[in-house]
């Protein structure tokens, strides 16, 4: 678990999938309820992925 920053400044945790087929997949989490992967910020809307984050 990876914390990542929207370009907003909304914080979110990033959980990569290391067993998974797809080893560089990851979900993007929101900081307020981690058991709901987001795909867009729950701040300011914009999608998000993990090479935009910062
Ligand atoms: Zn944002």
Avoid at 21 to 48: H, M, Q
Wanted: proline share 6%; glycine share 6%.
């Amino acid at each position: 678990m990876q914390e990542r920053f929207c370009k907003c400044g909304h914080r979110l945790k990033v959980q990569y999938t290391l067993d998974g087929f797809i080893p560089w997949e990851a979900l993007i989490l929101n900081d307020e309820s981690v058991e709901s992967p987001v795909k867009v910020c729950p701040r300011c809307g914009t999608y998000l992925s993990i090479h935009f984050l910062r």
